[in-house]
């Protein structure tokens, strides 16, 4: 069946690098999501991208959409202790889901001041 | 604000009871989903439904019914608790069309059995 796979599992990195978190789909995707959950809390929309090739961005955060519409990444610059949570990619699921998304694994970021 | 509601953040029960969450949205979504998180596993849908009465199965029904009867409201129900179920819940809920629309998240239910 479809997957989504996102890595890496974990990030720790130190108050001031850049962090990165991939997706990769076994399918084409129509468009991709990405969300932000916080320690202890439920997850939160980003973004989502639609069109193959698409970059946005939101402050520090740049979401990707690569050119076959199968992978995406998300790039934080200059990580704070705020950017600290787990981000999922999410992508339509299959045959007619009527909305219902493939959650990728998640990559937990933290950030050491 | 979209707001997704859900009935308990910890809920305690014993294996063998049957026990039910309670989701509620108040943005007239049509769409419904029951999510299980579980560590290193990320975000699993248990059922989803697109409308009052239809349910459609997800990743892992297995062990699980749902309940649709007003469109604001969708029930996870648990027929016979067992230890394995003991896990984080989220309820979710989104527009309906022909494209993929952000999924709003409630709060979760932690879910112990014991």
């Known amino acids: 069946g479809q997957q989504v796979m996102q890595i890496p599992q974990y990030q720790h990195v130190q108050e001031g690098e850049d962090f990165t978190t991939y997706c990769n789909s076994s399918?084409?995707?129509?468009?991709i999501q990405w969300y932000k959950q916080r320690p202890g809390g439920h997850p939160v929309f980003l973004i989502q991208l639609v069109k193959s090739g698409e970059v946005k961005k939101q402050k520090r955060l740049t979401f990707q959409f690569g050119e076959a519409k199968k992978n995406s990444s998300l790039h934080i610059t200059a990580t704070q202790t705020t950017d600290v949570g787990t981000y999922f990619c999410?992508?339509?699921?299959?045959?007619?889901?009527?909305?219902?998304?493939?959650f990728g694994k998640g990559t937990k970021l933290s950030v050491k001041p | 604000d979209v707001k997704v509601t859900q009935s308990s953040r910890y809920l305690v029960k014993r294996t063998g009871e049957k026990v039910f969450l309670e989701c509620v949205q108040d943005?007239?979504?049509?769409?419904m989903f029951w999510y299980r998180q579980d560590p290193g596993l990320g975000l699993r849908l248990i059922y989803f439904?697109?409308?009052?009465?239809?349910?459609e199965k997800g990743d892992i029904p297995e062990g699980y019914s749902v309940s649709r009867e007003k469109k604001e409201r969708f029930s996870l129900i648990l027929e016979s608790a067992s230890t394995n179920q003991t896990s984080m819940y989220l309820c979710?809920?989104?527009?309906f069309g022909t494209g993929t629309y952000e999924q709003y998240f409630g709060p979760g239910t932690r879910l112990t059995v014991t």
């Open positions: 439904s697109y409308d009052v009465k239809m349910k």
């Open positions: 979710a809920s989104s527009l």
């Open positions: 943005m007239d979504h049509e769409n």
């Open positions: 399918t084409t995707l129509s468009n």
């Open positions: 999410a992508g339509p699921g299959g045959g007619g889901s009527q909305g219902n998304l493939i």
